[in-house]
């Protein structure tokens, strides 16, 4: 089945860069829809950017204009451009997967993802 592994977390100082990296290995079925998540210690996960089959991509207005999300199909990779970071987005970061919706092919909002990896950290310091 599809497998999801996460790199490129690290930490840094305030307004620093990172670009986070996930692999995907399986079945690009299943992973027509691809998001980043994260979650802070002691805070619940979070949505903070999705990119569908065409492209299309959708952000969290705490990180859109700073956070990039792309996918390089060829590379089988789902990537996460991180510019001006901040210490609120010190968290875990998760790559997610899912088959998404066939008729019409869409990636619905709260996607129920199906795949995930197992979270690469980011630490952000004042």
């Known amino acids: 089945q599809l497998q999801l592994v996460e790199s490129g977390g690290g930490s840094v100082q305030a307004g620093g860069s990172l670009r986070l990296s996930c692999a995907a290995s399986g079945d690009p079925y299943s992973r027509a829809c691809m998001a980043w998540f994260r979650q802070g210690l002691g805070k619940e996960r979070e949505e903070i950017a999705t990119?569908?089959?065409?492209?299309?991509?959708t952000y969290k207005d705490s990180v859109n204009g700073r956070f990039t999300i792309s996918q390089d199909n060829a590379k089988n990779s789902l990537y996460l451009q991180m510019n001006n970071l901040e210490p609120e987005d010190t968290a875990m970061y998760f790559c997610?997967?899912?088959?998404?919706?066939?008729?019409?092919?869409?990636?619905?909002?709260?996607?129920?993802?199906?795949?995930w990896g197992q979270g690469t950290q980011v630490t952000v310091s004042a």
């Open positions: 990119i569908d089959m065409f492209g299309r991509t």
């Open positions: 997610a997967a899912d088959r998404g919706q066939h008729w019409p092919r869409s990636c619905p909002a709260r996607l129920p993802y199906e795949h």
